[in-house]
């Protein structure tokens, strides 16, 4: 049974999401809660599994209550916040949250009925959730693994690196781009499960406060080294070959309609134009999206990785392509960085 504590200032809003909640087998709600004050004295007394947490409340605001929540009594949090809110989703993310619903509108309506799918799938994925990972992210204590790895060279020196992730995805990727060199030769380019106009806003973040030049992918950019390309939400990023350079493809969201932005379409389309100069990354997150499109770069003789279980807050993704026996190195997070900068830098690089 999954206890879950629901927090908003709108009585409407916590009816609704309850009501959401109640519908799914094996979800009680023991709860809810007005505002941060109110949600902090509730949390101590019930302890429960998971919490729904709007932002923008009074007295004490859904970022203040998530700092003392992380570092008190790490719990799994999904945010509910209206796209108003944006930019504090993301800071939220930063302090431990593990995902987000986007509200239809920050008003009293029946439109909130529509995040029910989408609320559903992330609160049944909160017994994959190991929360002491969430905790020494935040922390910065990151978990170093040993690899006994046999060591694979690429065919040839990389030209492009493909990055996937859902679930805790966001705070991978920022430690990822944070830790390679503005100067990094070879691009990168991520589809990381997320709602459309919050991948802009992620890209100028990434942009913002690590060392490469990040921006979300439009049709016909060109794809450069030393820049990282977010696949925008709701659409497909895929790379294509003209004359020698590479150019980014948007395609609609029919092209693989269980995920959009997909890892699969953005890997097929890496592995098919550059075939051996591919990396692909498959990061935490829950499902299997990935698994297929890395299949394929192995094919085409690139070098595939996929984060441990050590690290990853989610192992579903990544455990989904070393069953299937395509992964050439399972590495924890902070040595994707520092790996993949050792097969971008020269022949003799491992």
Known sequence: MIRVLVVDDSAFSRKTISKILESIPGVEVIDTAQDGQDALKKVMRL??????????????????????????????VIVVSAQEAD?????????????FVVKPTKYASVQLEDIKNDLIEKVLATPLLEMQKVKARIQAQAVKESQETQRI?????????GIASSTGGPTAIHSILNSLPSNFPVPIVIAQHMPPAFTALFAERLN???PLTVKEAEEDDLILPGRAYIAPGGKHLCIEKRSN??????????????????ANVLFKSIAEELKSQTVGAVLTGM??????????????????IAESEKTAIIFGMPQEAIKAGIVDYILALDDISTHLVSLCDSPQRL
């Not at 302890?47 to 003392?68: A, C, K, N, Q, S």
């Not at 065919?155 to 690196?161: G, L, Q, S, Y």
């Open 47 to 76: 302890r429960p599994d998971l919490i729904t947490l709007d932002l923008e409340m009074p007295l004490m605001d859904g970022l203040t209550f998530l700092r003392w929540v992380m570092t008190t009594m790490p719990t799994p």
């Open 87 to 99: 930019e504090n989703v993301f800071k939220a993310m930063d302090l431990g949250a593990v995902d």
């Open 153 to 161: 060279l690429p065919d040839e020196i990389p030209k492009i690196i």
């Open 208 to 210: 913002k406060y690590t």
């Open 245 to 262: 350079k590479l150019y980014a493809r948007i395609l609609k969201k029919e092209t693989d309609l269980r995920y959009s932005p997909s």
């Open 287 to 304: 499902g299997d999206d990935g698994k297929e499109g890395m299949k394929y770069i192995k094919d085409k003789g690139g070098i595939t």
